[in-house]
């Protein structure tokens, strides 16, 4: 399978200038014009992107799990799952317009993918260059997360979630919490007053 993965390459396609109705802090810009070619780039960007982050993140993850870097590899991990989760959000986004005729709805969620940032309120830090008009809010992670357990199906085989539980795991071990810390200590004595941990 990763022979497989490893030698796909991306065909070049094109991209048209997006046009948008709004811009700015705050603002949720939705394409103005022909959505044929947006829609074309956009489904390419999400597929070879998709494909790209985790043909590259999954060497590295395996490599550090069997290394025994907990941390690091649940970092990687959680990359992975966010990118999966995005390609199954366009699949759904998609699959919905498909079905319901109207494909309006993508007006707002290919700028938001394309051009969601985390980078939206600079002002006034170091980083404020790199500031952009067209910069919003992306689409949340567990919208993300949602729409991989629809498509994976695992919610409505088993009834329960398993996507967001190990999301959440991933984020306990990769955030600066103690129990992401466990794994660097040990309880060398224990009593009925405590520990004594190295």
Not at 124 to 148: N, Y
Request: aromatic share 8%; net charge negative.
């Amino acid at each position: 399978m990763e022979d497989a993965i490893s030698a796909l390459c991306f065909p070049s396609f094109f991209e048209p200038i997006a046009v948008l109705d709004d811009f700015g802090p705050g603002a949720s810009p939705k394409l103005l014009g022909p959505m044929a070619p947006a829609l074309s780039a956009w489904t390419r960007h999400i597929a070879y992107g998709t494909v790209a982050r985790i043909r590259a993140l999954t060497e590295p993850v395996v490599h550090q799990l069997h290394n025994g870097n907990l941390t690091i590899a649940s970092i990687l991990q959680r990359t992975i799952l966010e990118n999966a989760g995005r390609a199954a959000f366009a699949i759904s986004r998609l699959t919905d317009c498909s079905k319901n005729g109207s494909w309006d709805e993508l007006r707002g969620v290919i700028p938001k993918s394309l051009f969601g940032t985390c980078m939206t309120a600079l002002e006034d830090s170091v980083f404020e260059d790199f500031g952009d008009l067209t910069a919003q809010r992306p689409a949340k992670v567990s919208q993300f997360l949602d729409a991989l357990e629809i498509l994976a199906g695992t919610a409505e085989q088993s009834g329960q979630s398993f996507f967001g539980g190990l999301y959440a795991l991933l984020c306990d071990l990769a955030h600066a919490s103690q129990r992401a810390n466990q794994g660097y200590c040990r309880v060398l004595d224990a009593t009925e007053e405590g520990w004594t941990v190295q």
